[in-house]
């Protein structure tokens, strides 16, 4: 499986992201820089991951300025064509600001950075990227953000609720998804969603960041596993 | 041409910065503080036939960059290309910042 982790001025997980890929899950992975123009600058890769960071310093909106550079015309077309997109932390906000993902990212409602672990509740485990994971599970995931909380208007969000689109929620130890559980004030929870074709994911939390046990956890393993398990088959 | 742009939170839409900034207000003893929204304002020199044009691109760029039509709002205005006036009007801005 071939994967590539793109890099704009201001990513700073695209190593860890990449390390992950190539070490821990085996795979090919490969940087591809922002500037890279063409709708065929991601021809051949089978999956491409938007890293966390801060491109453009999140300059005007976290991902606004991203999401206008020369690679994401190709990872417009990958997306089109149904192949797999995963934004992380920053790549979250960068799908969102292209407009692959609906909703919109707001400060944090404690105006806070936070930097913690957090529990996930799997919300949808038939996707390319969770499909190694239980319906229900609860996952122990790191988070590190000042602008993570999830937005959209209630029209966008019911539409999003009613088509199964929410893949994790932020929930308690024990999988309850309460106010106390979720860091940042997303509405309903929302830590993670896919588009309504179910080939692009953007999440706040980082699984890169905990797929070892020297790093604390290794709950992020499943989506490694969940996206070359589902690109062997495809 | 100059227009000044401002963006601005929808309606609805929380403003986690608004509300600390109106807490801080508060704070200081502006007991009358009913609410604070934050926004963005910027200033955008651009050459264009007349000012119908410049509000056609201005407006475009609101669309496409500037303001993010799922939670913001945006208004400008647009005023003369005389580059003196413009370089005036933003020295006033600065002043009136500082």
């Known amino acids: 499986m071939k994967f590539a982790v793109v890099v704009f001025p201001g990513s700073n997980c695209e190593q860890d992201t990449r390390h992950v890929l190539a070490d821990v899950a085996g795979q090919e992975a490969d940087y591809v820089w922002y500037a890279t123009a063409g709708e065929e600058a991601l021809a051949g890769y089978d999956c491409v991951v938007l890293p966390g960071g801060f491109a453009y310093g999140d300059y005007l909106r976290v991902g606004a300025i991203a999401a206008i550079a020369p690679v994401m015309e ?26 692959l993902l609906p909703g919109a990212i707001l400060r944090n409602r404690s105006l806070e950075f936070r930097s913690q672990w957090v529990h996930l509740r799997v919300e949808d485990a038939r996707t390319p990227f969770t499909r190694e994971y239980r319906p229900g599970q609860v996952l122990r995931v790191p988070i590190a953000h000042g602008d993570g909380n999830y ?31 979720n860091p940042n004030g997303s509405v309903n929870a929302i830590a993670g969603l896919r588009n309504r074709r179910g080939n692009v994911l953007g999440l706040m939390p980082h699984p890169e960041r905990c797929s070892e046990p020297v790093l604390g956890g290794t709950d992020g393993l499943g989506m490694w596993r969940s996206l070359v398990s589902s690109l062997v088959e495809a | 041409m100059l227009a000044r742009i401002h963006v ?65 709002r945006y208004a400008y205005e647009i005023t003369d290309g005389d580059p003196e006036a413009v370089e005036a009007a933003i020295a006033e801005t600065v002043e009136e910042e500082a």
Do not use: W
């Open chain 1, 151 to 181: 937005f959209a208007d209630p029209q966008t969000l019911s539409e999003i609720e009613a088509g199964g689109q929410v893949v994790f929620r932020y929930c308690e130890p024990g999988g309850a998804v309460t106010d106390a559980g």
């Open chain 1, 74 to 99: 190709a990872v417009r077309a990958h997306a089109d064509a149904g192949g797999l997109v995963l934004g992380i932390c920053n790549g979250f906000q960068v799908l969102l600001e292209a407009g």
């Open chain 2, 8 to 72: 601005t939170l929808k309606p609805g839409v929380n403003d986690p910065q608004g509300l600390a900034i109106a807490g801080g207000l508060r704070q200081l003893g502006f007991a009358g503080v009913e609410g604070v929204r934050a926004g963005r304002f910027l200033e955008v020199r651009l050459d264009a036939a007349d000012e119908r044009a410049a509000a056609r691109a201005v407006e475009a760029m609101c669309q496409r960059l500037l303001a993010n039509p799922v939670i913001e």
